[in-house]
């Protein structure tokens, strides 16, 4: 028996490099990581196979909440992978049970955010086929059936940890907005010699709290950052090296969670095999051909945000109500019913911004999408706070055929992806899609995801429905007297917001 076991321990060690290499391949995470404990010669086979980035996702629709997890973790860790952070996306169900079950499988040095959407997107972890599963558009009053999407990735060179934001009673939206911006500079002066991060993914709580924030962000972050994200949810998140999430204090409210990706200084990659990320924007609105200009907004707060408001067309002094205002957008919808159009206002809010007390304010215009909800004699009604008496504003009602025609050319930006100098592989996809398409809107499976469908068939992508899409692009708008506003667009609504990771494999 003793010199059987010693023949095997033989065989292992004289085994060439790349035959157990292939082994290697095939093993799944957890004895992936046994193995390259087992001496220095297995250990560098390991890192070698590791010396990719990766990023999978997979998701279950299994409606009892712990298989679901279990199923979905088993997917994402059945080939090799050392977990630099892991998002769980749930329809419903309970956030804290997810956490600590995805804790116990990839340890409590990885960080975590787990969130509440309002649906899931990508490749099932039972059929290998893409599948999308969306909460009822009256999700609200009818318990939605229990999904998970699970996210690991690992980046090598990249530093990834969670910065959320807390705040308290007193503290109002300008003052943890400030303290959000430092904190990631904070974070990226203790880990990398870049001043910003390479990219942020931000998970929102539904509060009037996150848009002025994101602004903020927007305005404060160099271009070169890749902003996605999801601005209503619900979420948990777990930093790195902490065992469990943070208690909340009393008075206290959870925000905004941003997941935090950093050229690590301490793991510097050469510019061939850098990770890079990549975003594309499909936009699902068209504009009404009418401009207004705010005469008087009053604001309703703080748990259910709206705004009534009076405006004059463009050019014009009569003051108009809400119903003046409604009748308008119908002459202009050629005899499409007004509540079928779900009629939206893209408000450019045109105002200061600064970080901290050292920085001169400076002014940004940001165009920003609120619902109609409903107008009388008096006053027009849209969702959400923000807006000031003299921004202007333009009608957008959703429209399938911008965005079938904005989902090829977001196909075609991925194709250009891979045709850049020094090939680039990608090895990762995430889409936020607004909760307002899907296969009732196009009428067909799968849309959201079909450019990485078409480019990409064998990556495991993944994404969510929600209500606020958060991407960078700038907006062209011709206001009064025939002059051009560019603005930024950091939110947006219809719309689907691509995340693409690569690498320069050459």
Known sequence: MEKSKKTDMAFIASMNDDLLQNILLRLPAKP????????????????????RPKMVSAFSRNPHQFEAVEEAIDKALSDPIRPDFVIANITCGNMEDTLSLITKRVGTR???????????????ACNDKAGEVKQNDQGMHICPSFAILLTIGYLPGIKVDVVPV??????????????????????????????????????????????????????????????????????????????????????????????????????????????QFHTAISRGMSPVDLRYKVANAISTLPKWPATLMTAKRIGEAEVLNGEQILD?????????????????????????????????????????????????????????????????FQVYIPDLKVAEASLTAVSSQLRNIMSKPNKHEVVGGFVFAGSGRGDSFFGRPNADTSPFLENFPELRFGGVFCDGEIGRSLSVDEGEEKQVTISQRCLHVVSSVYLIVSYACS
Not at 32 to 51: D, E, K, P, Q
Not at 110 to 124: C, F, N
């Open 110 to 124: 990885v960080p975590v955010i787990v969130s509440i959407v309002a649906g899931v997107l990508g490749i099932e």
């Open 166 to 275: 807390i705040q308290s009673k007193e503290e109002t939206e300008a003052m943890i907005g400030d303290k959000f911006v430092m904190d990631i500079r904070n974070f990226m002066s203790e880990v990398s010699d870049h001043a910003a991060p390479a990219c942020l993914m931000l998970f929102g709580e539904d509060t009037h709290a996150t848009e002025p924030i994101i602004r903020k962000l927007d305005y404060a972050m160099p271009a070169e950052t890749i902003i996605v994200g999801d601005q209503k949810g619900e979420f948990l998140h777990k930093r790195a090296n902490e065992l469990r999430t943070v208690e909340l204090h009393k008075d206290e409210s959870r925000v905004l969670a941003g997941l935090i990706f950093a050229r690590d200084r301490h793991r510097p990659i050469a510019e061939a095999g850098r990770v």
């Open 328 to 392: 308008d957008i119908e002459a202009n919808l050629l005899g499409n019913p007004l509540w079928e159009a779900d009629p939206y206002i893209g408000v450019i809010k045109r105002r200061k911004y600064s970080v901290g007390l050292d920085q001169k304010p400076k002014i940004m215009a940001s165009l920003v999408f609120h619902q109609v909800t409903g107008a009388d004699e008096q006053y027009l009604t849209v969702n959400g706070a923000g807006i000031k008496t003299g921004d202007h």
């Open 32 to 51: 992936f990581a046994f193995a390259s404990c087992v001496n220095r010669s297995w250990n560098i086979v390991c890192n070698r196979i590791l010396s």
